[in-house]
């Protein structure tokens, strides 16, 4: 494993034929890349690697070349609903394959998605617009997650970097758990999940609100000491 990249975040870097993000991917995205980062950079992790863009779009749907544009923060993406079906409908059947190593047939996905061949030739050539009861059928079939047919590029490609935080997260705090008795008796009592998810939060109004709601399940969970206890009054 290659050691981490340290430079200036100011431009996308390309090595490896990876392309490291820059910090202009706009809003969310841009918060995903820099925490991604972060976490990459603290394990020793190759960017051109948990940023390759291949990887990227096999699990966000999004093309490699709109994953591209959109880490470097340029203007990038697919509006139309049914023609980012169609592109991620294709991106399926080219790497969601048979055990066999070959596609599914479109008779093989209509049975998997309970339609008639008729309808998933329909939609899978373009000649239908896909309802949800089809994006949802279709996704279970191909076992990807709610929302991979439809969602916005940007959300598409956010949602993925979601999920590569989340994995790097679970394996940091692994590691650390292995290493350091703290983190283990963190990571028994579900602290780190507690805590990446607040992490998620966009202000700190937000997050100052689950420390509210913690302290208050926290006094209402609170043994009581039986010396605090009211003692009866004698009658």
Not at 32 to 46: I, K
Not at 151 to 170: C, F, G, M
Request: with cysteine; proline share 6%; glycine share 10%.
């Amino acid at each position: 494993m290659c050691g981490a990249i340290s430079r200036d975040l100011g431009d996308p870097l390309v090595t490896d034929g990876f392309l490291v993000p820059g910090p202009a991917a706009a809003g969310a995205l841009a918060a995903s890349v820099a925490r991604v980062t972060e976490l990459a950079n603290r394990r020793g992790l190759d960017l051109g690697e948990v940023f390759g863009v291949h990887g990227l779009s096999d699990a966000s749907g999004v093309p490699a070349d709109v994953v591209a544009a959109l880490l470097e923060g340029r203007a990038a993406g697919e509006p139309d609903l049914q023609a980012r079906f169609l592109q991620r409908l294709g991106l399926l059947r080219r790497t969601r394959l048979k055990p066999n190593g070959r596609r599914y047939t479109q008779q093989e996905i209509a049975d998997g998605a309970g339609m008639s061949r008729q309808q998933a030739g329909a939609l899978i050539n373009g000649d239908r617009r896909p309802t949800m009861e089809h994006c949802d059928a279709i996704q279970r079939f191909f076992g990807v997650h709610a929302g991979f047919l439809t969602a916005d590029d940007a959300d598409a490609l956010n949602s993925a970097l979601l999920r590569t935080e989340q994995r790097l997260l679970q394996e940091h705090a692994q590691h650390a758990a292995d290493t350091d008795p703290l983190e283990r008796l963190l990571q028994d009592h579900g602290v780190r999940g507690i805590a990446w998810r607040a992490a998620q939060l966009p202000t700190d109004k937000h997050r100052d609100k689950v420390t509210e709601w913690l302290d208050m399940l926290l006094e209402s969970v609170k043994p009581v000491n039986p010396a605090d206890s009211p003692k009866p009054t004698e009658t």
